[in-house]
């Protein structure tokens, strides 16, 4: 009996001891696979805005206010866009495009001629043409910035009325460069929405125009605020 006893002793502790180990067992496999999901929830985004996966097309318009270089005309509704095509290299956050674009602004507005008190009234088209490299930083989760270089021409048409003279007209091209930056949120695999501000550059564009309303010898820089929409092939 006592051996029959030990015996059933013994199946009965090696049978609990196995039956603890294995409840003691899954707890921590479940607690192990579930910290593993929840780290690769954690830093699925941050993978992705790593950028394991660059796109290779782009395609953007662009919607906003330009600014004048000059005061008497006022800021008006200025409209692009662009195509790019590039891409990364392989463990590198930082993509390269090659863009290509085209923008344009019409600005009109009216003053007095500081040295003789005439009244006038001017209207500007301008008409931007440009190709250039734009890099591009994911910062944080879908957030991206990018900076674009580009150069290219203008096209001015230009016009001014002054009540004591004829009006004049300018038409013309002229070589341009610009500067922009830009802030995107990738909200969807192939779409990101953001914001872009530019400096376009275009030299002594329309002098002639500044000189007969009275404002000295005009400039050629202008400004641009722009709401974008990028969609990502």
């Given at each position: 009996?006592?051996?029959?006893?030990?015996?059933?002793?013994?199946?009965?502790?090696?049978?609990?001891?196995?039956?603890?180990?294995?409840?003691?067992?899954?707890?921590?496999?479940?607690?192990?696979?579930?910290?593993?999901?929840?780290?690769?929830?954690?830093?699925?985004?941050?993978?992705?805005?790593?950028?394991?996966?660059?796109?290779?097309?782009?395609?953007?318009?662009?919607?906003?206010?330009?600014?004048?270089?000059?005061?008497?005309?006022?800021?008006?509704?200025?409209?692009?866009?662009?195509?790019?095509?590039?891409?990364?290299?392989?463990?590198?956050?930082?993509?390269?495009?090659?863009?290509?674009?085209?923008?344009?602004?019409?600005?009109?507005?009216?003053?007095?001629?500081?040295?003789?008190?005439?009244?006038?009234?001017?209207?500007?088209?301008?008409?931007?043409?440009?190709?250039?490299?734009?890099?591009?930083?994911?910062?944080?989760?879908?957030?991206?910035?990018?900076?674009?270089?580009?150069?290219?021409?203008?096209?001015?048409?230009?016009?001014?009325?002054?009540?004591?003279?004829?009006?004049?007209?300018?038409?013309?091209?002229?070589a341009e460069f610009t500067v922009a930056a830009g802030l995107q949120?990738?909200?969807?695999?192939?779409?990101?929405?953001?914001?872009?501000?530019?400096?376009?550059?275009?030299?002594?564009?329309?002098?002639?125009?500044?000189?007969?309303?009275?404002?000295?010898?005009?400039?050629?820089?202008?400004?641009?605020?722009?709401?974008?929409?990028?969609?990502?092939?």
């Amino acid at each position: 009996m006592r051996v029959q006893t030990h015996r059933f002793s013994g199946r009965s502790a090696a049978g609990s001891s196995a039956r603890l180990t294995c409840l003691s067992g899954r707890p921590v496999r479940h607690l192990t696979v579930a910290a593993a999901a929840c780290c690769l929830l954690l830093l699925a985004p941050a993978s992705a805005a790593a950028g394991e996966v660059g796109t290779h097309l782009i395609a953007e318009v662009n919607l906003g206010l330009g600014i004048a270089p000059v005061t008497y005309l006022t800021p008006d509704f200025a409209w692009g866009g662009l195509l790019g095509i590039g891409g990364k290299f392989r463990d590198f956050p930082l993509r390269f495009y090659f863009v290509m674009g085209a923008e344009s602004v019409d600005f009109s507005g009216e003053g007095t001629h500081p040295q003789t008190g005439t009244p006038f009234t001017a209207e500007r088209l301008y008409v931007d043409i440009y190709g250039g490299l734009r890099l591009l930083l994911p910062i944080y989760d879908q957030i991206r910035v990018y900076i674009d270089c580009l150069g290219g021409a203008g096209y001015i048409d230009g016009q001014a009325w002054r009540a004591d003279g004829p009006s004049i007209r300018k038409q013309d091209w002229f070589a341009e460069f610009t500067v922009a930056a830009g802030l995107q949120y990738r909200w969807h695999e192939y779409a990101s929405t953001g914001i872009r501000a530019e400096v376009l550059f275009g030299g002594q564009d329309a002098e002639v125009l500044d000189t007969y309303l009275g404002e000295g010898t005009g400039g050629g820089t202008r400004f641009s605020v722009m709401v974008t929409q990028t969609w990502h092939i």
